[in-house]
C-alpha cells in the first residue's frame, strides 16, 4: 500500500557540500502514535542546538576541509496513520462521535480495580472500539477474514523501520543530486571531485542518524536489530523495554512512579510556602499525606464545580490523572499540580475546573470526513505490534492489575487501560517484528534515561544496553519521562558529542546532574547562566512532553 508521509525538516546551516554537513538526524516522538512533524514545529530549532557544533559559523582564515564540526539538518515525519501522513486512520466516523466516546470515558474514570461495574464497562468498550475499528476500515481480520488491505494492516512498528530506511536513502539521493546542482554553479571547479565523492548518495549503504523518545526507543531497537549495517547513531531516550512491548505486556513500566510522588513532596518543601502553596512544615511526608488526603476525599466525595462553560464534578481520576501527566515533565508540571492541589487541599476546584472544562469543549468541524484520531492509531500500532489479546479472559486481566498494583497502587489501573485497549482490537499486520532484540550495529548505540522516570525507568536502559554490543548508558540526575524533560548541559554535550564524533561514555556509563530543578527554574538560570544550549533546554522542558 501506498503512502504519503508527511516530513518537516529543520535545515542545517551549511549546504549539503560543505565539509561540515553532518547529514540527516531523524527525531521520533514516541507515544506509539505522536506526531513528528509536530515535534519538529515545536522543538526543532532547540534539538538543533543541542546537536550542532558549539563553534561560531564563521570560517574567516580557516581551512574548512579540515574542520570536525558538524551542522545537522533536523527531520521528523509522521508515520503511517498519524496526523498529517495520509490515508488517514480513525476507529469513528466523525469528529463529534469521537469526542463523545472520550467524554463518555472520563466520565467513567479508571477505578478497574475497585469497581466490577466500571471494570465490565471498560471491557464492553474495548470490545466495541475494536469491532468499530475493524467495520469502519474493512479489515481483514481474526474476525473478519475478508476486507480491504487497508492502512491499519500497516502500522505495526516494522512498517515504520521500512519507511525510515526508505528516508534515509531518498536523502542520500536528494544529497547528491543538491551537491551537484551546488557544484555546477561554482566557477571553482578545484575540489570538485572531492566533494562530489565524499557527498554521494551511498545505494542501499545509507546510515540512520537517529534521536529516539521512549516509544521511540522501541522504533530506534528494532531499527537496530532488524538493520544493524545502517546503524550511524542512534540515542535512545526514555528506554522502552523491547521485549515486554513486544508481548504487549506494559508489565515493567511503573517501579519508580511512586518515587517520583515522593519527590514531588521533598522538592515542595525544599520550595518553601511562597513557590509551593501545598508547603508544609512537618516535612515532605505531611505534603504527600495531604495528597493522600485529597485523592481520598474525591474518591468518596467527588467534587462539584462551575467552570465558564457550565458544571462539572472533580474525580479522583480526574486528579489521579492530572498528576501522572506532571510527573512526565517536572519543571511546569510540579508547580501546576502544585496549585491546583492546594486548592483542592480546601474543596476548591475553580483552577481544575477551568482546566477541565477546556478539554471537554466540543468543535464541529466543517467536514463530515472521518477525524484523524490518535487514540485509534496508538491502539492499532501498539496491538498490532505482538500477540492478538482477544481470547484475554477478565479473570487473567485482573492478575494482571494485581501485578501493575504491587508496583504502583495509585497508578495502576490508569495504566492497564493501554493494555485493556486490545483485547477488543482485531486486527493483524502485515509485517511484525518482535525480536529477538540486540546484536552488534555498525556504531555502538547510546541509551539515555532519567534516574527516575516514571514510565521507563532506569533498569530498562541497562538491560536493553547488554543487548546491544558496545552501546552505553548516559544517566540524568533528574525526574521525568526522557532526559529532555529536565535540563542538564552535561548530558546535552554528551549526547552532541556522540553525534558529532561519535564519541560514547565510559564503558561504567555517566551521571549527569541537572541544571534547572522544579520550582527554582529562575534562580537556577540566573546561577547557571544563559548559554544557547541551556536556553533550548529549558524551552523544551517547559513543555514537554510536546502532545
Known sequence: MKAAVALLKVPAKVDVTDPRYGGMIILNPGGPGNSGVDLVLKFGTQIQTIVDARKDLTMDGMDSTSTEDRYFDVVSFDPRGVNNTTPSFSCFEDYSSQKVWQLEDGTLGFPLQTSNQIFNSKWARAKAFGASCSRLNNFPSEISPSGSDHVGRYLSTASVVRDMVEIVERHGQWREKTARKLVSRRSNTQNKKAVLERIAWRRGEEELLYWGYSYGTFLGQSFASMQPHRVG????????????????????????????????????????????????PAGPQKIHDKITHILDDLDA??????????????????????????????????PEIAGILTDLYTRNGTSFALRKSLNQHISCPFSSSPAYSQDSTS?????????????????????????????????????AQIRLSCVGYPVRPKWQFTGPFGGKTAHPVLFASQTLDPVTPLRNAEKAAKLFEGSRVLETEGVGHCTIAMPSVCAADVIQRYFQRGELPPAEGTKCGVDVRPFWKEEDLGKNGSSEVLTALTEIAERWPHA
Open 233 to 280: 547513531r542512534l540515542v535512545l531516550d526514555g528506554v522502552v523495554d523491547a521485549d515486554d512491548y513486544a508481548r504487549v505486556g506494559w508489565e515493567t513500566n511503573l517501579n519508580d512512579i511512586d518515587l517520583i510522588l515522593r519527590n514531588f513532596s521533598t522538592s515542595c518543601f525544599s520550595a518553601g510556602p511562597l513557590k509551593c502553596g501545598l508547603f508544609d
Open 379 to 415: 491502539t492499532a500500532i501498539l496491538c498490532g505490534d505482538g500477540p492478538s489479546l482477544l481470547n484475554t479472559s477478565q479473570s487473567s486481566f485482573k492478575s494482571y492489575l494485581t501485578h501493575l498494583a504491587s508496583q504502583s497502587p495509585l497508578f495502576a489501573s490508569g495504566w
Open 301 to 334: 466525595n467527588p467534587l462539584p464545580a462551575l467552570a465558564p462553560s457550565g458544571p462539572l464534578i472533580i474525580t479522583h481520576s480526574d486528579i489521579t490523572s492530572l498528576i501522572f501527566s506532571a510527573l512526565y515533565g517536572a519543571i511546569h508540571g510540579f
